[in-house]
C-alpha cells in the first residue's frame, strides 16, 4: 500500500514564526502536492512538484515556499506564519507523467494554528 | 479557470437510505474526474471516470460521467453509518498534473 506520512498531525505556532510542514511518501512517486483544506473552501492546491529539485505554483502559493531536494521528501515552508495560514494541510503524491490517468494519495494532514 | 461545484453541500439521511451525489465541472480539456472520501484523516481513492455512461461500481458505492452534460453523480445504496464522511469531487485537465477539487459534500447517516 502506498504510505503518505506528514511529521506533525497538530503543530501551534506563533506569528512570525518560521515553520516547516514535512511530507514523505514510500512508493517512489515523482509527483507531490501541498494543499490546504478550509471549511466553505475545499481543497486548494498551494505548490507542487513533479521532479526532485522541481517546484510549480499552485493557486495559493503566496505565503509558502516549497522544498524538494529527496524524491521521497516534499517541504512546505511558512516564512512568516500569520494567523490566515491556520488551516488543514494535506500533502499527496502521485506517479506517472502529465497525461497519465493516476490518482493522488494523500497523508493524513497536518492541522496548524498560529496564534 | 477549472470549476467544479458538488452538491448538495451537506446531506443527512437514516441507515438504509440511498443518496445521490452530484458533481457538475466546468474544465478545459477534460481529461478524468476524480472521487474521493475523507473522513476524520487523509481522503481515500474511490473513483476514477474518463469515459461517459460507463459506471464504476465498489460493493455500494456507483458513479457514472455524462461528459455532454459536465457531470457526474456518486450513489450510495443501503447507506451505513461508515459512510458518514465528506465526499471530494476533482478534475483534472488534459497535460496537467493538477486536481481541481470542488468544496465537497459532507453526508450523515444517523442510525
Known amino acids: 500500500d502506498v504510505k503518505v506520512t506528514q511529521s506533525s498531525r497538530y503543530l501551534v505556532k506563533r506569528t512570525g514564526e518560521k515553520v516547516f510542514l514535512e511530507c514523505v511518501q514510500d512508493m517512489d512517486h515523482e509527483n507531490m502536492f501541498w494543499y490546504r483544506q478550509d471549511p466553505g473552501l475545499g481543497l486548494r492546491l498551494i505548490y507542487f512538484?513533479?521532479?526532485?529539485?522541481?517546484?510549480e505554483k499552485g493557486d495559493i502559493p503566496e505565503g509558502y515556499s516549497v522544498s524538494r531536494e529527496k524524491k521521497e521528501r516534499f517541504s512546505l515552508i511558512l516564512e512568516s506564519a500569520s494567523t490566515n495560514q491556520t488551516s488543514m494541510y494535506l500533502c499527496?503524491?502521485?506517479?506517472?507523467?502529465?497525461?497519465?490517468?493516476?490518482?493522488?494519495?494523500f497523508g493524513p494532514g497536518t492541522r496548524l494554528t498560529v496564534l | 479557470e477549472d470549476k467544479v461545484v458538488q452538491s448538495p453541500l451537506s446531506l443527512v439521511v437514516h441507515e438504509g437510505d440511498t443518496v445521490t451525489l452530484n458533481c457538475s465541472y466546468e474544465?478545459?480539456?477534460?481529461?478524468?474526474l476524480l472521487w474521493y472520501k475523507q473522513e476524520k484523516k487523509a481522503p481515500t481513492f474511490l473513483f476514477m471516470l474518463t469515459s461517459s455512461g460507463i459506471e464504476k461500481k465498489s460493493g455500494r458505492l456507483s458513479s457514472i460521467l455524462d461528459k455532454k452534460e459536465l457531470f457526474s453523480i456518486l450513489n450510495i445504496t443501503a447507506t451505513q453509518t461508515g459512510d458518514s464522511a465528506i465526499y471530494l469531487c476533482a478534475v483534472r485537465r488534459a497535460g496537467s498534473y493538477q486536481l481541481t477539487f470542488g468544496k465537497g459534500t459532507k453526508l450523515s447517516v444517523i442510525p
Open positions: 474544465v478545459t480539456n477534460f481529461r478524468s
Open positions: 512538484s513533479y521532479d526532485v529539485k522541481m517546484k
Open positions: 499527496a503524491s502521485s506517479f506517472g507523467a502529465k497525461d497519465s490517468y493516476n490518482e493522488q494519495f
